[in-house]
């Protein structure tokens, strides 16, 4: 039962340019989202978080937006750049559920 | 720095044999997991800890089982392994409670032929 969907296998996107990347659940009960950052070889790697009592949250040239009655997280990246190349995760978790649920992810490329 | 040791870090095996995949932290952290990750698949959970001894299953839990006697390490053993096990492994911790992030170890790549 895949709770946490990606639905964009890969996304390619000019340097300087906006990505965004897009997940969706369908568990209501999910109060805390992450993304995740994956280059090959490597563990994934934390990057953004946001909890299900606000709609937004910023790091950087990162920034996380939650629309709750849509089931909707979006992650945004401005500007792009060439190391921001790497695979991305979006998760879920909810506070008395010890699990953390995935979803697919996507590889997205930044082009010069 | 999460301080979380995976080892081995690559194994081949042959179809059949044992295989015990361990992880390791240096600080008393409560939530350890399990995931595989797969092409097209992400990373799916195996197992998951939320203490000694106290271990629950993910949404791919047959064929493995794990163990946690201690804190600090959180064992998987494929007791019988197959083909459709080859994969990369990951450990992760939770540093905090339950709705905090969590760090991922290096992975282990196992492949069983």
């Known amino acids: 039962d895949q709770q946490v969907k990606q639905n964009s296998p890969s996304l390619s996107v000019q340097e300087g340019r906006i990505s965004i990347l897009n997940c969706d659940y369908t568990?209501?009960?999910?109060?805390?989202f992450l993304w995740y950052k994956k280059y090959p070889a490597e563990g994934p790697t934390f990057l953004i978080s946001?909890?299900?009592?606000?709609d937004k949250n910023e790091d950087g040239r990162f920034t996380v937006f939650l629309n709750k009655s849509a089931k909707h997280l979006s992650l945004h990246i401005v500007p792009s750049q060439p190391g921001d190349s790497a695979v991305y995760f979006c998760?879920?978790?909810?506070?008395?559920?010890?699990?953390?649920?995935f979803g697919a992810g996507t590889q997205v490329v930044v082009t010069p | 720095d999460a301080g979380i040791t995976q080892s081995p870090r690559h194994k081949v095996t042959e179809t059949g044999t044992p295989v015990t995949l361990r992880c390791h932290q240096t600080?008393?952290?409560?939530?350890m997991y399990w995931y595989r990750q797969d092409p097209g698949h992400g990373l799916r959970l195996i197992h998951y800890?939320?203490?000694?001894?106290?271990?629950d299953k993910g949404e791919v839990s047959d064929g493995y089982s794990v163990s946690r006697s201690k804190t600090e390490d959180f064992l998987l053993t494929l007791e019988s392994a197959t083909s459709s096990q080859t994969s990369v492994y990951f450990c992760?911790?939770?540093?905090?409670?339950?709705?905090?992030?969590?760090?991922f170890g290096q992975g282990t790549r196992l492949t069983v032929v």
């Open positions: 992760a911790i939770r540093m905090g409670g339950e709705n905090t992030e969590a760090f």
């Open positions: 568990n209501s009960m999910f109060d805390y």
């Open positions: 946001i909890s299900s009592i606000k």
């Open positions: 998760a879920a978790s909810w506070s008395g559920w010890g699990k953390l649920q």
């Open positions: 600080e008393n952290h409560r939530y």
């Open positions: 800890s939320y203490g000694v001894k106290d271990t």
